[in-house]
């Protein structure tokens, strides 16, 4: 079965960097994008970008360009998410999620079928 | 703008219809898809290309897009469906989130 598995509880201080990781499990690592989502405590979810896991080519929003950077190790099945200059308004929970839901029909860009459980970030100053 | 605005919050009782809406500029020309999310658990999606639902989401969620504006309904509103709920659609490589609504069932 398909399973995203993330890397446990972080808490750091301001300025510091964060890695997250995301270990897949169940299907072919290469043949899908994994995107990372966040959601900051009584906020939404926020879409942070994405890697493709075949040819490591990244994708990010441009309030998180420059601070981000997404990586994957194909011989582990695993990617990565960096953010660095860590400040309080980065205290969230960190979600990777695959991209691609596929139905007897066809394949869907940007829909999300699977979700890591989630890494719990604190930033403190 | 690349915005998609959710009420906050939606009300309903045990048995009825739920709706909440998910706004944006030409909205009904891009594919929306919907998430449940449960207090301390990973989103799930339960609509996807606007009405189509992922296998195991039972029959009383539906979805429909068109003009500005997502929907998402559910029927005959049981209490396991409260959580919060967040449309989200993709433009030119760039993935939205609409704020998120809480569904509370009284």
């Known amino acids: 079965q398909v399973q995203l598995v993330q890397s446990g509880t972080e808490v750091k201080k301001a300025g510091a960097s964060l890695k997250v990781s995301c270990k897949a499990s169940?299907?072919?690592?290469?043949?899908?994008?994994v995107h990372w989502v966040r959601r900051a405590p009584g906020q939404g979810l926020e879409w942070m970008g994405k890697?493709?896991?075949?040819?490591?080519?990244?994708s990010y929003p441009q309030h998180f360009r420059g601070r981000v950077t997404m990586t994957r190790d194909t011989s582990t099945s695993t990617v990565y998410m960096e953010l660095s200059s860590l400040r309080s308004e980065d205290t969230a929970i960190y979600y990777c999620?695959?991209?691609?839901?596929?139905?007897?029909?066809?394949?869907?860009?940007?829909?999300?079928?699977?979700w890591g459980q989630g890494t719990l970030v604190t930033v403190s100053s | 703008s690349d915005e998609l605005t959710q009420p906050p919050s939606v009300s309903v009782s045990p048995g009825q219809t739920a709706s909440i809406t998910c706004s944006g500029d030409?909205?009904?020309?891009?594919?929306a898809c919907w998430y449940q999310q449960r207090p301390g658990q990973s989103p799930i999606l339960v609509i996807y290309?606007?009405?189509k639902r992922p296998s195991g989401i039972p029959e009383r969620f539906f979805g429909f897009n068109s003009g500005n504006t997502a929907t998402l309904t559910i029927s005959g509103t049981q209490a396991m469906d409260e959580a919060d709920y967040y449309c989200?659609?993709?433009?030119?490589?760039?993935?939205?989130f609409g704020g998120g609504t809480k569904l509370t069932v009284l």
């Open positions: 999620a695959r991209d691609g839901y596929c139905d007897t029909v066809s394949c869907y860009e940007s829909v999300f079928d699977y």
């Open positions: 989200q659609a993709w433009d030119s490589s760039t993935v939205i």
């Open positions: 030409k909205l009904g020309d891009k594919s």
């Open positions: 890697i493709n896991p075949s040819g490591g080519g990244t």
């Open positions: 290309q606007n009405r």
């Open positions: 169940g299907y072919t690592f290469t043949n899908y994008y």
